[in-house]
């Protein structure tokens, strides 16, 4: 099942994508699945964020090959650090490239979305709590993280959290493909089979140390393959079994 958040004229809803139709839901879909009785072209409506996460718990490092690019060594737990909810954007949205970075790169990676509270879950039960998954663009301002050392302001600018298009709820996570293109050209190209820490493990990883709720979003590491992105760059994160997710970049 393929679910959307979308606007029609002024009206934002989430809604089940069928076959280029946009089934309207009742409330959210985290606790129900409840049509409205309302459909719409998907070519109609606007996608948005297909969540609103509290928070976006992000996972550095969680591909040997993205480590070995940058020179770190393998961490022996997941490394864990948040980017702000109002950091993301949609399908379609815009990366605003901020004036105070001279690099900001893309990251493509395979996002989890949580479905119920979660806290301290066991690794056995963890996809029990996972709604689905979506595709995730981890922004990120590359000379300002080289510069502070702590990854808040690089990786939290407005913006550098981009998802969609849509959550997949039924999707084997074992072994997905995933590619990033710049401008069409081939940049990133991973498999999930190659995650250090796998969905599972990261979601009994994260719950262990804060409470996960409905919509929270686990950005599960990139592959190598990082770049730096310019004004009027398109990016698309394709990953097997979901879509893709497409944005350009902009200056303000």
């Known amino acids: 099942m393929r679910i959307v958040r979308f606007k029609i004229e002024t009206h934002i809803s989430y809604g089940v994508v069928e076959n280029q139709i946009v089934k309207q839901l009742k409330g959210t879909p985290f606790a129900a699945i409840r049509y409205t009785g309302q459909s719409f072209c998907l070519s109609d409506v606007k996608l948005l964020a297909p969540c609103c996460p509290s928070k976006i718990v992000a ?8 480590a070995a690019e940058l020179k770190y060594d393998l961490p022996e737990s997941p490394l864990m650090f948040l980017k702000p909810s109002t950091a993301v954007i949609g ?10 970075s001279k690099q900001v790169d893309f990251e493509g990676e ?27 663009n981890d922004v990120t301002a590359r000379d300002l993280q080289k510069k502070d050392g702590q990854w808040a302001r690089a990786k939290g600018f407005d913006t550098f959290a981009a998802v969609g298009p849509w959550i997949e709820t ?3 996570t074992s072994a997905l493909e995933l590619e990033t293109r710049l401008n069409g050209e081939l940049r990133q190209s991973g498999n999930t089979a190659n995650l250090i820490f796998p969905v599972a493990e990261l979601v009994s990883a994260v719950s262990q140390v804060m409470t996960l709720l409905p919509g929270d979003i686990i950005a599960s590491g990139t592959p190598a393959g990082i770049g730096a992105m310019q004004e009027r760059d398109e990016v698309e994160v ?11 970049v902009r200056c303000r």
């Not at 399908?91 to 105070?100: L, R, T």
């Not at 394709?238 to 350009?248: A, D, H, T």
């Open 238 to 248: 394709k990953i097997e079994g979901i879509g893709s997710l497409l944005n350009r």
């Open 170 to 172: 039924k999707l084997d």
């Open 110 to 136: 395979l996002g989890i979305v949580i479905g119920k509270r979660a806290h301290i879950v066991p690794t056995d039960d963890a996809f029990k709590y996972v709604f689905g998954y979506t595709c995730f």
């Open 91 to 100: 399908h379609g949205d815009d990366i605003i490239y901020p004036a105070i």
């Open 59 to 66: 996972i550095g490092l969680n591909y040997k090959s993205h």
